[in-house]
């Protein structure tokens, strides 16, 4: 089986989609794991910061270059440690599923407060355990403006450009998010399927 990480602009429909995937995985008799993010091995709050921040990803200030540095440090640990204490075994018996991934703060260094040099992010990031298979769902600005609207359609724009180049650099896959969920989530099934 195999770790999957679905990222997106906010609006893209990647909970929806993600609970209608595992739903039918589920239902053939896998396991299926689930994360946002980054593993928790070291902290037990982070799922409350990361539904306060989904309200207003970017009211936050970043934080200085050492605060910064010092954040990636503490998620690089976290990665690792959950990785080798429990995803790993979970990705070879099931599926291990991420909404957002470490990948996420090259894109939008903002959202995550991250106020330290970018090559440095890069290279933090390339470092860390990568998904087996990276999918972007991908939408129109206008479209994800109409399902949400939390975030500008200038900063829809930026972050919609820096996944497809995260994408490409990272061998990933591009995946129609203007249809209608069911749509997404049967390709996204025989996607999986085919490559496992």
């Known amino acids: 089986m195999s770790f999957v990480v679905i990222i997106g602009c906010d609006g893209a429909g990647k909970s ?3 609970d209608g995937l595992i739903n039918h995985i589920e239902a053939d008799g896998i396991e299926v794991s689930c994360g946002h993010w980054r593993p928790t091995p070291l902290s037990k709050s982070s799922e409350n910061h990361h539904a306060a921040t989904a309200d207003d990803p970017h009211g936050q200030v970043a934080r200085g270059a050492f605060g910064s540095v010092a954040k990636l440090w503490w998620i690089w640990i976290n990665w690792w440690l959950g990785w080798f204490l429990d995803l790993r075994g ?3 018996s099931g599926y291990v599923f991420y909404d ?3 990948g996420d703060l090259l894109v939008d260094p903002h ?3 991250y106020g330290g040099p970018m090559w440095l992010a890069k290279f933090w990031s390339r470092t860390l355990p990568q998904p087996d298979h990276l999918i972007f769902l991908d939408a129109e600005v206008d479209v994800l403006l109409a399902r949400k609207q939390e975030v500008s359609a200038d900063a829809l724009a930026r972050s919609r450009a820096g996944y497809i180049e995260l994408v490409k650099r990272r061998h990933g896959t591009v995946v129609d998010a203007n249809r209608p969920i069911k749509e997404i989530i049967n390709e996204l099934r025989f996607m999986l399927d085919d490559r496992d």
């Open 90 to 92: 979970k990705a070879k």
């Open 16 to 18: 929806t989609v993600l």
């Open 100 to 102: 957002r991934y470490h």
């Open 111 to 113: 959202r995550y407060r």
